[in-house]
């Protein structure tokens, strides 16, 4: 997962690393100053939150298929539910279904406590599983 | 009826070049706003290697447009607003109709639709080219007057960027 991830430019320019335990697979995006959206809070951007959600359910999606091949987002929504603080903040994913074409996972990213989540992701994605090995 | 008076209304048509200078993030990615008007934003983001999530293809990664769109959408609410308030991002939605034309700068034109006391809505594009021919397309809502962080144009620059602005 980690050369994975290292091969997203966006996610390394993020800063964003992994986790794997017990409990499943967390993103970690350690705090930077290029992350910020409001230096005066200060508080992390809410693209970047939302880029670590819809990075974190990829990663998840890839991982729980075994399947390379990167799904395409059909759509991602985003929760803001609390300021981002100049901290770590972690994501975990949860698949709530994963049919044949489509997939749809949650994602709640968090900082100190996971009991209060910064914000909250849901994505849909194309499997590719279907798609040539031409691509498209 | 008066006639609606906007706060921002001295940038509408001439925005200035260094307005994302307090976002971080939308400096280090080189956005500039290029339009502003009532209740309008367009903001570019020039193609870049960092914000690429497909490096074979050079793709750009669904999330920095997810960032490139916020920060229209924060800044279509600020001039849709007749004094300045701070402005959280509540919620955003993305759909991704194509993949976006690798090596061509990037735009995101945001139009705030509603403002109510507290809530505004907004609805967004982004493309390459054409507006008309988005490659993204989002809804939005934020709330107003949100956090302590005062007004976000206290000063010219300092939109900020979503969640908190």
Known sequence: ?136 | MPERTYALAALFGNPLPEMLHQTPHARVLGMTVVEMGPGLAIIKLPYRPEIVGDPVRGVVFGGAITALIDQASGLAVACALEELLAIATIDLRVDYLRAAEPGLDLFARSQCYRVTPRVAFVRAVAYERDPDDPFASCLGTFMLGANRSGTPFSRPAGTGGGGEK
């Open chain 1, 1 to 136: 997962m980690k050369d994975l991830i290292d091969a997203i430019p966006y996610a390394r320019f993020l800063g964003v690393g992994i986790e794997e335990s017990d409990a499943g697979l967390v993103c970690v995006m350690p705090f930077s100053e290029h992350i910020v959206g409001n230096a005066r809070l200060p508080a992390i951007h809410g693209g970047v939150l939302g880029a670590l959600l819809e990075l974190t359910a990829l990663l998840r999606l890839i991982h729980e298929t075994g399947n390379p091949r990167v799904p395409k987002p059909i759509n991602f929504s985003v929760d803001y539910l609390r300021s981002g603080r100049p901290v770590t903040t972690r994501a975990r994913a949860r698949i709530f279904k994963l049919g044949s074409r489509i997939a749809n996972v949650h994602v709640l990213a968090w900082q100190d406590d996971p009991e209060k989540p910064v914000a909250a992701g849901n994505g849909k994605f194309l499997l590719r599983a279907d798609l040539d090995p031409s691509g498209e």
